[in-house]
């Protein structure tokens, strides 16, 4: 089972690209602060206590062409516990990271 949620930037961000010449620092930027957002909260005591794999895609504009970096965040259920070695665990709960407390991760990384 996989889960799918999103990571909107804040408007901060989407100023900076309007004023960067930069836009792959940027890009880079947003990648490694979802990875690192995700891997805190599944690795929290809320949550599943592991390391989690992803696929992330970014998204740049929104449907009426304005610009608006998003990412899409596919998330296995489960992954490789941090508290027994060689250990894979799971959960059936389709909810287990939320896109609030992801944000509020996200948000510490990026502001």
């Excluded at 889960?3 to 989407?14: F, G, L, W, Y």
């Excluded at 005591?45 to 998003?70: K, Y």
């Amino acid at each position: 089972m996989y889960h799918h949620t999103v990571v909107t930037t804040p408007h901060e961000i989407n100023v900076l690209m309007d004023v960067s010449h930069n836009h792959k620092a940027i890009y880079g930027l947003l990648f490694r602060a979802t990875r690192d957002a995700v891997q805190d909260v599944a690795r929290s005591e809320s949550s599943l206590r592991a390391t989690v794999g992803m696929l992330v895609v970014l998204h740049t504009w929104n449907q009426l062409m304005e610009r608006h970096l998003h990412l899409h965040i596919a998330l296995p259920a489960g992954g490789w516990s941090i508290d027994k070695p060689r250990t894979f665990v799971t959960t059936d709960d389709p909810e287990w990271i939320t896109s609030d407390v992801l944000m509020v991760a996200f948000r510490k990384r990026v502001l």
